[in-house]
């Protein structure tokens, strides 16, 4: 029987071991062209190149292409930009994930806006990297100018899965607009379960945010229930001002997502939401 002693021995051996491990699957931003962890033989430019075929390296660490391969926009498809004629990549954003217990990887590549357009472009793609590198789906997950994965990127629904938490944004001089996507990934396919829309504000008197956390519920469905909460909190600076500002105050917005077996999809429980984005609107 092992002493405790021996036990903290061994603890102390595998510290660095699962260390990588937890990093592996953890969000990261690793340079294009190196290599996947574990492989030799694959680099993050190969993923790449099935969204851009001729993606390639440019100049001040840019890769440069033309257009990305055909597909959806995740929102439908009165939603979206079209596609910009020509991609520029600086980073990636690289995130393992579990669907239907197996191992898959969602990369996320923002391409930016185009001149004259009001959102922007940003390409999520799943791939399964177990053996050849495959390209199982990509969709068009802008709303907003910039897009990225929200911190930490993913949520685990159960033991098997993960869904995925993506959001869009842009500032003016006093507002930031922050809309985030909720997807999760059924058959090797994304699939959009609700968007929230946020509305930060800084004036001189006072500020107000919003912000959305989430939280699995297990309900023992198939998949657990997702809570998302929006704290919306209000108050003053403390900066000299010709107005007074609002006293301190802060409140919680909540909505939950339960399975529907017989949908096959995530049902809200309220229209919470969609207020609070009517409510913002009137700010705008």
């Known amino acids: 029987m092992p002493t405790p002693i021996s036990r903290f021995i061994l603890a102390l051996t595998l510290l660095p071991f699962l260390a990588v491990l937890a990093g592996a699957q953890a969000l990261s931003f690793p340079e294009i062209g190196s290599t996947l962890p574990g492989r030799a033989d694959v680099t993050y430019l190969d993923l790449a190149r099935m969204v851009i075929p001729d993606l390639a390296a440019g100049k001040d660490g840019l890769y440069q292409g033309g257009s990305p391969i055909e597909m959806r926009d995740i929102g439908g498809p009165d939603s979206g930009d079209s596609p910009p004629e020509t991609s520029s990549l600086s980073i990636v954003e690289v995130l393992p994930l579990k669907t239907g217990g197996k191992e898959r990887l969602a990369i996320l590549f923002d391409l930016g806006s185009l001149a004259d357009g009001a959102q922007g472009y940003a390409v999520l793609a799943l791939y399964d990297v177990a053996a050849k590198p495959r390209l199982l789906d990509a969709a068009n997950v802008a709303v907003d100018r910039e897009t990225y994965f929200q911190k930490p990127g993913k949520l685990s629904v159960g033991a098997s899965d993960d869904i995925l938490i993506t959001a869009s944004s842009h500032s003016n001089s006093n507002q930031n607009y922050?809309?985030?996507?909720?997807?999760?990934?059924?058959?090797?396919?994304?699939?959009?379960?609700?968007?929230?829309?946020?509305?930060?504000?800084?004036?001189?008197?006072?500020?107000?945010?919003?912000?959305?956390?989430?939280?699995?519920?297990?309900?023992?469905?198939?998949?657990?229930?997702?809570?998302?909460?929006?704290?919306?909190?209000?108050?003053?600076?403390?900066?000299?001002?010709?107005?007074?500002?609002?006293?301190?105050?802060?409140?919680?917005?909540?909505?939950?997502?339960?399975?529907?077996?017989?949908?096959?999809?995530?049902?809200?429980?309220?229209?919470?939401?969609?207020?609070?984005?009517a409510d913002n609107t009137k700010r705008f």
Not at 188 to 208: N, Q, T
Not at 217 to 228: E, V
Not at 229 to 247: L, N, S, W
Not at 261 to 271: A, E, G, H, P, Q
């Open 178 to 277: 922050v809309i985030a996507s909720l997807i999760m990934v059924a058959k090797d396919k994304f699939k959009l379960i609700d968007v929230i829309y946020m509305l930060d504000e800084h004036v001189c008197a006072y500020s107000r945010t919003q912000d959305v956390a989430f939280k699995a519920i297990p309900d023992g469905r198939r998949y657990a229930a997702i809570k998302a909460t929006v704290t919306d909190a209000t108050g003053p600076t403390g900066d000299p001002c010709d107005e007074t500002p609002p006293k301190q105050s802060s409140r919680h917005i909540s909505v939950t997502y339960h399975w529907n077996k017989t949908l096959s999809r995530y049902i809200k429980d309220s229209k919470a939401f969609e207020k609070l984005s």
